[in-house]
């Protein structure tokens, strides 16, 4: 049985965001059937116009490539203004195209939001199912929301509380299993 690809995605631009932190947690956490892989080419998908859609740039390409490669997505984002971050946004236009035909469509995706607010990017969340949804991805499990998110990290990069830790591991897990039932289908 070949290990399950999760690509992990963070909508924060930042290299080192408490985003990216967690999955990297979520990747070091994960059974050994999965390999979680962090992309971190975000910052280099161009602005999305239809009038670049037969010809689109280097990043979006390797976006779409990365997500076609991958047997499922697990997106961590922050929360900018109760919304999603407008990079990340920008990305799923791209990655959404052609409909029905792109790198989301039938795509086991799993969403994490993290914020230092007690909130745990609640919202920002809501918006990225949303948009995964209208993109014809099949999104997995429920929000996972981390609040208070500076704090939730042990020096070791693991959540430093076990119910963080199960909820992480309990989500990849879901993953994997949307993509073995969909292979047996």
Do not use: H
Not at 82 to 111: E, F, M
Not at 126 to 134: D, G, P, Y
Request: with cysteine; charged share 25%.
């Amino acid at each position: 049985m070949n290990a399950i690809r999760v690509l992990a995605i963070s909508g924060s631009l930042r290299a080192d965001s408490v985003n990216a932190q967690i999955l990297r947690a979520a990747g070091t956490l994960a059974d050994t059937e999965v390999k979680l892989e962090l992309w971190d080419g975000l910052s280099a998908v161009q602005p999305f116009s239809e009038d670049d859609e037969a010809e689109p740039g280097a990043g979006v390409q390797e976006m779409r490539a990365a997500m076609g490669a991958a047997d499922a997505l697990l997106f961590a984002t922050p929360e900018y203004n109760s919304s999603l971050p407008g990079q990340l946004k920008n990305a799923l236009d791209w990655a959404s195209r052609p409909y029905r035909q792109s790198a989301l469509t039938g795509k086991p995706v799993a969403v994490i939001g993290a914020s230092p607010s007690g909130f745990g990017a609640k919202y920002a969340q809501a918006e990225l199912r949303k948009v995964l949804k209208a993109s014809d991805a099949e999104l997995v499990g429920d929000e996972l929301c981390v609040p208070k998110a500076n704090s939730v990290l042990g020096e070791d990069g693991l959540p430093v509380d076990q119910e963080l830790r199960d909820a992480l591991v309990g989500l990849i897990r879901a993953l994997g299993e949307a993509v073995r039932a969909g292979e047996s289908a």
